[in-house]
């Protein structure tokens, strides 16, 4: 396909959906649809969105190439040390890799599946953190602090304090080789149990410390 709008019409078509059943999942208007598949519309906030729902990649929709391949974490790994799979790149100094996510994990979080789904211009905070990642916010549960469509940045060398914001990494109870993700602030860490503050609508998240894999405090954001 030679654009972005004819690929993502492609998609939906092979998985049977209108344009009003596609903007309908993405709580968009049909005629934002009809804009980018026309190609009046040559950007979209809502590319990653999209490739989830039409199950591609979000390099293929951008370019028409699945250029990024990417080994998911085993089992093993995240039932044990778990480490985020490191992004392939031209430059780490200057990109750093976003974490691919995909609804359906517990406490209504999304699920990390090993792989990253962008690469994006790394903050001049994190240019000495080659271990550092980013997710996108796919909800306000953290708003006004972290809003729907941002990037929140995490430094996995960074010591964690109770009141910091973190990017916290949970035991997927389906499935041992994804991870969920949740974006919260540290309330308290216990010996056993971790609590997490959410801020839309305020409230107390108790998790056992076995069920965290790993957490890593959030040191910039972005739009």
């Not at 519309?41 to 990653?48: C, M």
């Not at 028409?64 to 031209?90: I, K």
């Not at 953290?142 to 990017?167: K, L, Q, T, W």
């Not at 919260?184 to 076995?210: C, D, H, I, W």
Request: with cysteine; proline share 3%; aromatic share 8%.
């Amino acid at each position: 396909m030679s654009d972005l709008g004819a690929r993502i019409k492609q998609k939906r078509e092979q998985k049977g959906l209108s344009q009003a059943a596609l903007a309908q999942a993405l709580s968009v208007s049909q005629q934002a649809i009809q804009q980018v598949e026309s190609g009046k519309a040559s950007k979209t906030r809502y590319l990653y969105e999209l490739a989830n729902l039409l199950e591609t990649s979000y390099e293929w929709l951008l370019t028409g190439q699945d250029n990024l391949s990417y080994q998911q974490a085993s089992s093993s790994a995240v039932m044990g040390a778990y480490n985020v799979q490191q992004a392939e790149s031209t430059d780490a100094t200057a990109q750093i890799k976003i974490l691919e996510l995909v609804p359906g994990g517990d406490l209504g979080c999304y699920s990390y599946t090993g792989k990253v789904s962008d690469m994006a211009m790394r903050p001049r905070s994190l240019d000495n953190a080659p271990k550092a990642y980013g997710v996108y916010v796919y909800d306000n549960r953290m708003a006004p602090r972290y809003h729907f469509g941002e990037i929140v940045y995490a430094h996995p060398g960074v010591p964690v304090s109770n009141g910091d914001y973190v990017v916290v990494h949970l035991k997927n109870k389906a499935r041992h080789d994804y991870a969920d993700i949740l974006i919260a602030r540290l309330q308290q860490k216990g010996v056993n149990t971790y609590v997490f503050f959410t801020m839309n609508p305020q409230e107390a998240l108790k998790v056992e410390a076995s069920q965290v894999l790993k957490m890593d405090k959030i040191v910039a954001s972005s739009q």
